[in-house]
């Protein structure tokens, strides 16, 4: 087997120098758990950013993809498979249906439709030329304009990067697109000040994923979408991190109360193959006609079975309630932590998409727990990310919590 050197020389050599990697090299997964080269364990906390929710190797998830690639991997969207509309009725069945427990018929989308892409960033694209056929059918070229909101995080390609609040990711590539007017997140004045006839969609992540976990209230959001029917816009939800289960919810909106127009998901949705899908309601999705949007790969038949069987085992195997119990461990223990270390500030988020914001950088932490055998992720330079498979248990947590209690204390021993 090669060396870890080895591996790293060559991607030095032969990649574009766009990724600041840990010094790990993974061979395998199982589970919550992750090994190198030497066959050392990790916990994972990280689930690749937010895919992997089912864990490594889940052993439904290998006998689909076996299964299903001995058929058939790929037809292209000019043929019918037997699994993109089961997907997409599955999709459309789930946020239109209220969640028992909070009973808000706000939160259903309704009669919907979905289209699915290989990635994140492409079902935001897809959302926002949908939002401008919708737009422009109502209120002439004029209604184009989008609303996105600022330290947000949508995608790297043009149009989502447009709506990309972060000077970090833009600076480089404009000009970007100029019909994109920004607002603070939960400033419901600059809301209304910036919401008019020529706006088309209203673009935001319920809870901020790369940008640090921060949570819109349910006042902001029912403020956007009652600008948005006022003015015929579309509400479009970034739900590619917070969504499918991670906040507890099936998606994030059933736990605000507040349901968008469209809606994007994509990281954990086949269990680490890629796939991206956005769901409009009916009012929206007719806008669109045959030939003016399409992918090759989005929504072939190996990556849409995955998915049925993803939802499935979140289904059957009851991964809410775990996520909702552990989740809210998590965050007690993530409480005490800010509550006692001088080195941390405060907790965020919920379910199993949680932040610990630290007066101290993130990253050197994040470096420092892999020799402690603790996968963490840092956003923003002093948030420390969490976003564990939704098979995490308690236990796990009380290994992930004494590892960063640990590196807090040493790195406020350095500081003295
Ligand atoms: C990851 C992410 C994206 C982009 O998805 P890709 O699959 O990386 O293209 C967009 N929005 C949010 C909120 C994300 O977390």
């Known amino acids: 087997m090669k060396t870890f050197e080895q591996i790293a020389d060559l991607e030095r050599r032969y990649l574009l120098g766009t990724y600041a990697r840990y010094p790990l090299v993974l061979t395998r997964g199982k589970g919550v758990f992750l090994y190198d080269l030497d066959d050392r364990r990790y916990l994972d906390f990280v689930s690749g950013i937010g895919v992997n929710a089912l864990g490594h190797a889940h052993p439904r998830i290998v006998k689909t993809i076996r299964e299903q690639a001995a058929k058939l991997i790929h037809v292209s969207n000019l043929y019918y498979h037997e699994y993109q509309g089961a997907l997409a009725e599955k999709l459309c069945t789930l946020v239109s249906r209220p969640p028992a427990a909070a ?3 706000e939160a259903s989308m309704g009669a919907c439709r979905a289209f699915f892409s290989n990635s994140g960033t492409e079902a935001i694209e897809g959302s926002i030329k949908l939002a401008r056929l919708a737009g422009h059918r109502v209120g002439g070229e004029a209604k184009c304009r989008l609303l996105a909101l600022e330290g947000s995080y949508h995608g790297r390609t043009f149009g989502a990067l447009s709506l990309t609040g972060q000077d970090k990711h833009r600076k ?20 209304r000040a910036a919401v008019d006839d020529d706006t088309c969609a209203i673009v935001l992540e319920p809870i901020f994923g790369e940008g640090g976990i921060y949570e819109c209230s349910v006042e902001f959001l029912g403020e956007c979408r009652a600008l948005a029917d006022r003015h015929r816009a579309a509400l479009i939800f970034d739900e590619i991190q917070c969504g499918l289960g991670r906040t507890g919810t099936i998606l994030a909106f059933q736990a605000f109360g507040v ?10 949705i086949a269990a680490g193959l890629p796939l991206g899908a956005f769901i409009a309601k009916e009012e929206f ?12 790969f989005g929504g072939g038949p190996l ?16 991964l809410l309630d775990n996520v909702n119990k552990v989740g809210r461990y998590l965050n007690q223990e993530l409480t005490a932590i800010a509550e006692k270390s001088p080195a941390a500030k405060e907790a965020r988020g919920r379910g199993f998409i949680q932040g610990l914001n630290l007066e101290v950088p993130a990253r050197p932490i994040v470096d420092d727990a892999l020799a402690e055998g603790v996968l963490f992720n840092s956003t923003q330079d ?17 290994k992930g919590m004494r590892v960063l209690k640990k590196l807090l204390k040493k790195k406020r021993k350095e500081a003295a």
Do not use: W, Y
């Open 103 to 105: 009973g808000s018929s």
């Open 172 to 191: 480089g590539f404009e000009p970007l697109l100029q019909e994109v007017t920004f607002v603070k997140r939960n400033d419901l004045e600059g809301l």
């Open 259 to 268: 349901a968008p127009d469209i809606v994007a998901i994509a990281k954990p």
């Open 285 to 296: 999705a007719n806008a669109i006609s045959p030939g003016q949007h399409g992918t090759t």
């Open 303 to 318: 990556a849409c079975r995955v998915a049925l069987e993803f939802l499935a085992i979140v289904e059957e195997e009851k």
């Open 382 to 398: 002093t948030v420390i990310r969490f976003l564990p498979p939704f098979l995490l248990e308690e236990k796990h947590v009380d």
